[in-house]
C-alpha cells in the first residue's frame, strides 16, 4: 500500500460519527465544486454507501495491483484500503492540490500522486506496476471535454491488464444529459460486458456504479 509499514490491519479505521475535521472536508470539497465546477462534477462528497457500493463490485481476492482516480477527501478510499489484500498494491491520483491535501490527512497511509490520470501509465512505472488489475475512478467524467475524456481513457486501458476490472460512478440525473449519455456511449469501445447497479439513494445526488472489463482489442479514439 505504497509507503506504509507493517500489517494489513494498520488500514482500517474504525467508523466513527461526523467530527469537525470531516465536516471541513465537505465544506472544502463545496469551496473546490463553486470555484473549479467543471473539475469537481459534484457539492458534496461521496457517501460511504456510494463507497461500499463501488468495493463490492471488485474481486478483492484477485486484485493485486489497484489504483484509484480522484479521491477528493478520501471517503471511497477509506473503504477500499479496507478490502486490499495484504502485499497488493495500491495507490491514488488527485489532480486538486487541496482535496489532496486532506485527502493525505485522513489517510497518512495511502500512496497519493498529486498528478493527472492522463499520466497512470508512468505512475505505474514509478510503483513497479507493470499492469492494474482494477480501475477505481470518482472523477466528473461527463464534466470533461470529449478529447480529456478519450486520452485517460486510452491511458488507462494501456494500464488496465486485458479483462481487468474498471469502476466508475454516475449521477442518476447525468443519465438524461446530453453529455452523460455522449461519454457513457464511449464506454464499449473500451470495455466489455458494461453494466450498472442499481441507484444509490444515500448520496446526493443519488448516484449508480458502473463498471467493466477492460477489451482484449479496444477501439482507441483517434488511433
Not at 480529456?148 to 491488464?161: G, V
Not at 481487468?164 to 447525468?174: D, E, K, L, R
Amino acid at each position: 500500500m505504497g509507503e506504509q509499514a507493517g500489517g494489513h490491519d494498520r488500514l482500517v479505521e474504525p467508523r466513527r460519527k461526523a467530527s469537525r475535521s470531516s465536516l471541513a472536508a465537505h465544506a472544502k470539497f463545496l469551496a473546490e465544486f463553486i470555484t473549479h465546477p467543471g473539475r469537481m462534477g459534484a457539492f458534496a462528497a461521496s457517501s460511504r454507501a456510494l463507497a461500499k457500493r463501488m468495493a463490492d463490485q471488485i474481486d478483492w481476492s484477485n486484485a493485486q495491483a489497484v489504483v484509484e482516480y480522484g479521491p477528493g477527501t478520501g471517503t471511497v478510499t477509506q473503504e477500499l484500503i479496507t478490502r486490499v489484500k495484504p502485499g497488493a498494491k495500491f495507490f491514488a491520483i488527485e489532480r486538486s492540490a487541496e482535496l489532496a491535501a486532506i485527502c493525505r490527512k485522513r489517510l497518512p497511509q495511502v500512496k497519493l500522486y498529486e498528478d493527472s490520470a492522463e499520466n497512470i501509465v508512468e505512475l505505474c512505472r514509478k510503483e513497479g506496476i507493470e499492469q492494474l488489475d482494477v480501475v477505481i475512478s470518482c472523477l466528473p467524467w461527463a464534466s470533461f471535454p470529449e478529447k480529456l475524456q478519450d486520452s485517460i481513457l486510452a491511458a488507462t486501458i494501456k494500464a488496465l491488464k486485458p479483462g481487468g476490472t474498471f469502476v466508475m460512478f454516475g449521477y442518476q440525473m447525468g443519465l438524461f444529459t446530453p453529455a452523460g449519455r455522449r461519454f457513457h456511449s464511449r464506454l464499449p469501445r473500451y470495455f466489455d460486458n458494461v453494466r450498472r447497479t442499481r441507484v444509490v439513494w444515500l448520496n446526493l445526488p443519488p448516484a449508480l456504479v458502473f463498471m467493466g472489463e477492460r477489451k482484449q482489442q479496444p477501439v482507441i479514439a483517434g488511433a
